[in-house]
């Protein structure tokens, strides 16, 4: 069991949580994540990647939205609650060397596993620009975190509530064609906008890496749900990533296999919320 330290929202439906996890704490690198199971009895398990650590706390911060049935129950715990089980840290780490110019590039929730990668990136001596975006200005997270490590910041929103009214790809593409260009790109986010972050490097042949999350139920590679086709291979996003080369990852079998869960995921969230209106009327 792992005890919530603290709690915050941080927009609409995205929390922010400190979890006492001693053991992972000292372990994480930046990449890396967890799989946790809210429910000890009948929960799903949920991959959930580790946005930083405090080693003297024994604590690691973990990002997530309000999505589904799991999420819903994670973001109704409080501090002093206990998550029922907890594994990690999972994956492979990010590779951190002094590349030179470094472009993150991060979309809604995938800010927060971005985070640390920058940081680490940065540490290592690298020039980092940061380009963050959301639907809107109220789903934008990380925005001092990320200024604070970054040496530029772009921020977009799809509707120009906050920063630039565009696509993360329209400012990407910008970046690439400066002299000199980047000597790498790292984008996390939605599978959509990773894919046409991809295809926006694509031309200036900018070695691109993704973070995949897909559906995990093990974490260790035997269930085989997190399988992915990059380039000639079939890969395992939770032993053999989650970081992978975009320019080589099919996406379109990615989103396929994610959309084909989504009509299931719906139906439990409801009844789970039914489930917690019953409840209420009852007190």
């Known amino acids: 069991m792992s005890k919530i330290l603290y709690k915050e929202q941080l927009s609409a439906d995205v929390y922010l949580m400190k979890l006492h996890a001693p053991l992972i704490a000292e372990e994480r690198q930046a990449g890396q994540f967890i799989i946790l199971q809210v429910d000890e009895d009948y929960g799903e398990r949920i991959p959930l990647t580790i946005a930083d650590a405090?080693?003297?706390?024994?604590?690691?911060?973990?990002?997530?939205?309000?999505?589904?049935?799991?999420?819903?129950?994670?973001?109704?715990?409080?501090?002093?609650?206990?998550?029922k089980a907890l594994v990690g840290p999972l994956g492979k780490p990010t590779h951190i060397e002094n590349f030179g110019t470094v472009?993150?590039?991060?979309?809604?929730?995938?800010?927060?596993?971005?985070?640390?990668?920058?940081?680490?990136?940065?540490?290592?001596?690298?020039?980092?620009?940061?380009?963050?975006?959301?639907?809107?200005?109220?789903?934008?997270?990380?925005e001092n975190e990320m200024k604070n490590i970054a040496d530029e910041l772009i921020i977009c929103t799809d509707d120009g509530s906050y920063g630039r009214k565009a696509l993360v790809t329209e400012p990407l593409k910008?970046?690439?064609?400066?002299?000199?260009?980047?000597?790498?790109?790292?984008?996390?986010?939605?599978?959509?906008?990773?894919?046409?972050?991809?295809?926006?490097?694509?031309?200036?042949?900018?070695?691109?890496?993704?973070?995949?999350?897909?559906?995990?139920?093990?974490?260790?590679?035997?269930?085989?749900g997190c399988r992915v086709n990059?380039?000639?291979?079939?890969?395992?996003?939770?032993?053999?990533?989650?970081?992978?080369?975009?320019?080589?990852?099919?996406?379109?079998?990615?989103?396929?296999?994610?959309?084909?869960?989504?009509?299931f995921e719906k139906e439990k969230h409801l009844?789970?919320?039914?489930?917690?209106?019953?409840?209420?009327e009852k007190k």
């Open 230 to 263: 990059v380039g000639k291979d079939v890969k395992f996003v939770c032993v053999d990533g989650p970081e992978f080369d975009g320019h080589l990852v099919d996406f379109d079998n990615m989103i396929s296999r994610l959309n084909s869960y989504k009509q």
């Open 103 to 142: 472009v993150c590039v991060g979309g809604g929730i995938g800010v927060a596993p971005l985070h640390p990668i920058a940081q680490s990136l940065k540490k290592a001596g690298n020039k980092v620009i940061t380009i963050i975006g959301a639907r809107n200005k109220d789903l934008l997270i990380l």
């Open 54 to 83: 405090n080693i003297d706390e024994g604590s690691i911060t973990i990002i997530f939205q309000v999505v589904g049935k799991t999420t819903k129950q994670l973001s109704l715990l409080n501090v002093g609650d206990e998550i």
């Open 174 to 224: 910008e970046v690439c064609e400066r002299e000199p260009k980047p000597n790498m790109v790292i984008a996390i986010g939605p599978p959509i906008m990773m894919k046409f972050c991809s295809e926006t490097t694509r031309p200036y042949g900018i070695f691109t890496q993704v973070s995949l999350n897909t559906i995990m139920v093990d974490g260790t590679g035997m269930c085989g």
């Open 271 to 280: 009844c789970f919320l039914e489930k917690e209106i019953e409840a209420k």
